[in-house]
T-cell receptor, first 115, second 114 residues
Framework: DVKVTQSSRYLVKRTGEKVFLECVQD?????MFWYRQDPGLGLRLIYF???????EKGDIPEGYSVSREKKERFSLILESASTNQTSMYLC??????????????FGEGSWLTVV | AQSVTQLDSHVSVSEGTPVLLRCNYS??????LFWYVQHPNKGLQLLLK??????LVKGINGFEAEFKKSETSFHLTKPSAHMSDAAEYFC????????????FGSGTKLNVKP
């Protein structure tokens, strides 16, 4: 089974702090994603990465950056956390298009509260 | 462009009765379609997927969905609801032009009454 692991399930951070959310997948997937999920707004794509050191902005990249130094690891960084970044963050991974399997797999989520 | 519309934000059924969660999609090409379930405080779990094989797709936990191209629909059904089915369900279409992108519906919360 594919496993996407988000190391922190619940975090409380102060406004202005730098926050790292870590995600690891064990299926050698090329693609990795970070979403945030808010009530009434559904899932919104923050960033995705299709290879090591490669990244593309999603729909709401402002206030976030990402790092992908190794294929299995994709980190989301909040340079200076703000209260409007309080949310549930979901990491996901998928194989590349054309492999015959295009399913996206999710981690358990990280609940971030910024106070 | 691809998009997904889930027609009901909330559905309430009694335990043992059928479940119908509705999804319509928009896609210029034959899409890859998915249903995911999310239990409270959990990530999204794949229920089933359609990738241009059989139009009736069977998934986990007794769920199934039928792809109807003429109606651009991919509704999720289950013959008999169980209390453990109470969760939020997402219909998802995979991007064709933006091949790494997935388009999510807004979700349907299923409530199961005893």
């Amino acid at each position: 089974d594919v496993k996407v692991t988000q190391s922190s399930r619940y975090l409380v951070k102060r406004t202005g702090e730098k926050v790292f959310l870590e995600c690891v997948q064990d299926m050698d997937h090329e693609n990795m994603f970070w979403y945030r999920q808010d009530p009434g707004l559904g899932l919104r794509l923050i960033y995705f990465s299709y290879d090591v050191k490669m990244k593309e902005k999603g729909d709401i990249p402002e206030g976030y950056s990402v790092s992908r130094e190794k294929k299995e690891r994709f980190s989301l960084i909040l340079e200076s956390a703000s209260t409007n970044q309080t949310s549930m963050y979901l990491c996901a991974s998928s194989p590349p298009t054309g492999t015959g399997s295009d399913t996206i797999y999710f981690g358990e989520g990280s609940w971030l509260t910024v106070v | 462009a691809q998009s997904v519309t889930q027609l009901d934000s909330h559905v309430s059924v009694s335990e043992g009765t059928p479940v119908l969660l509705r999804c319509n999609y928009s896609s210029s090409y034959s899409p890859s379609l998915f249903w995911y379930v999310q239990h409270p405080n959990k990530g999204l779990q794949l229920l089933l997927k359609y990738t241009s094989a059989a139009t009736l797709v069977k998934g986990i936990n007794g769920f199934e969905a039928e792809f109807k191209k003429s109606e651009t629909s991919f509704h999720l059904t289950k013959p008999s609801a169980h209390m453990s089915d109470a969760a939020e369900y997402f219909c998802v279409v995979k991007g064709f032009y933006n091949f790494n992108k997935f388009y999510f519906g807004s979700g349907t919360k299923l409530n199961v009454k005893p």
